[in-house]
């Protein structure tokens, strides 16, 4: 069945950079979008942006254009978000979900702590 | 941005009950509206897209209603597994915008 399944829980200094990633299975990872979505505590999902894993194009919220870069290994399914120039702001649980025209799949989330 | 109001914020029910869900659009969004249920240590599951299409595998209590800017999710005959919290999307633009969630919880 397809899975997505996301790397583990990250506790980073502000100023840093973290990598997560997001790796695919069950489907032709390149047939669909993977979309990433940041949810703080207590607060709304917010959509960061996505990538097409076939032609390797994105699209970003305004947002977060200084902030995330996405990229995928189409060798192995996976598909990276990295969030840098860390600050508290950017604790949160971070998701990776697949779409074709709606997001249908959605990891298991990822936490991310920004402390010093 | 497409502003996505819902409402209420917080639902207590009853297995058995129905309870319906309101999401607004701050501007039409046609019927690109999905509705995800999020539950604890699971991934989110879409449950309906296109408003009031199911996805596979929606049992047939869930419902989804509206086009435009007004939209409602209905469960009809609550049951245990259904006590979690909701979210409204639209994808009719970018950016993807989300409401502010609906937890649903046991009387």
């Known amino acids: 069945q397809v899975k997505l399944l996301q790397s583990g829980a990250a506790l980073v200094k502000p100023g840093d950079s973290v990598k997560m990633s997001c790796k695919a299975s069950g489907y032709t990872f390149t047939d669909y979008i993977i979309h990433w979505v940041k949810q703080s505590h207590g607060k709304r999902l917010e959509w960061i942006g996505y990538?097409?894993?076939?032609?390797?194009?994105?699209n970003y919220n305004e947002k977060f254009k200084s902030k995330a870069t996405l990229t995928v290994d189409k060798s192995s399914s996976t598909a990276y978000m990295e969030f840098s120039r860390l600050t508290s702001e950017d604790s949160a649980s971070y998701y990776c979900?697949?779409?074709?025209?709606?997001?249908?799949?959605w990891g298991q989330g990822a936490s991310v702590t920004v402390s010093s | 941005d497409v502003q996505m109001t819902q409402s209420p914020s917080y639902l207590a029910a009853s297995p058995g009950e129905s309870v319906s869900i309101s999401c607004k659009a701050s501007k039409s969004i046609s019927n690109n509206l999905a509705w995800y249920q999020e539950k604890p240590g699971k991934a989110n599951k879409l449950l309906i897209h296109?408003?009031?299409t199911l996805q596979s595998g929606t049992p047939s209590r869930f419902s989804g209603s509206g086009s435009g800017t007004n939209f409602t999710l209905t469960i009809r005959s609550l049951e245990f597994d259904d006590f979690a919290v909701y979210y409204c999307?639209?994808?009719?633009?970018?950016?993807?915008?989300f409401g502010s969630g609906t937890k649903l919880e046991i009387k």
């Open positions: 979900a697949r779409a074709w025209w709606v997001m249908d799949a």
């Open positions: 999307q639209q994808y009719n633009e970018y950016p993807i915008t």
């Open positions: 990538i097409n894993p076939y032609s390797g194009g994105t």
């Open positions: 296109s408003g009031s």
